[in-house]
């Protein structure tokens, strides 16, 4: 699996390669090449694409644009994620959660998306969760909607 690593932003974020593992660790085994984009941006850059493509106003923590197959190839573009530094580190800071720990959290929910998960509604709500759950314990990292 290839994951292309954008650091578009200056504030603080993981290392590119804890961003790789936990991509990895979202998409597990599939089949054939797969290619993602993991971007990390600032709170201009993620107003814009939230304004442009979900017709919001501000910042949001994470999104995701699903990509396609190549066509002639056996590759996969799954996609990208994009994450907002800025709202990511003020979001753990008053959920009183380690940085790290949302910094996984945000990844793993970013690549369930491109996977076709959502939580539109409870029954998606609730699968997507548990697959978030159980990614993250598997990584160390816990429950992110457990009791505090």
């Not at 085994?29 to 993602?36: C, Y």
Request: with cysteine.
């Amino acid at each position: 699996m290839a994951v292309d690593i954008q650091l578009a932003t200056a504030a603080d974020c993981p290392a590119p390669r804890h961003l790789r593992a936990w991509t990895r660790r979202a998409v597990g085994e599939g089949p054939g090449p797969v290619e993602v984009t993991v971007r990390v941006v600032d709170e201009a850059e993620m107003t814009a694409l939230n304004g442009t493509y979900r017709h919001r106003d501000g910042p949001t923590n994470v999104l995701s644009f699903p990509g396609d197959t190549v066509p002639g190839t056996d590759i996969t573009l799954l996609g990208d994620v994009v994450i907002c530094a800025p709202v990511v580190a003020r979001e753990a800071a008053a959920q009183g959660k380690p940085a790290e720990a949302h910094w996984a959290h945000m990844v793993i929910h970013g690549m369930l998306h491109l996977q076709g998960f959502d939580h539109q509604d409870d029954a998606g709500a609730a699968a997507m969760e548990a697959r978030e759950v159980a990614i993250l314990a598997a990584m160390g990292f816990p429950d992110p909607y457990g009791a505090a």
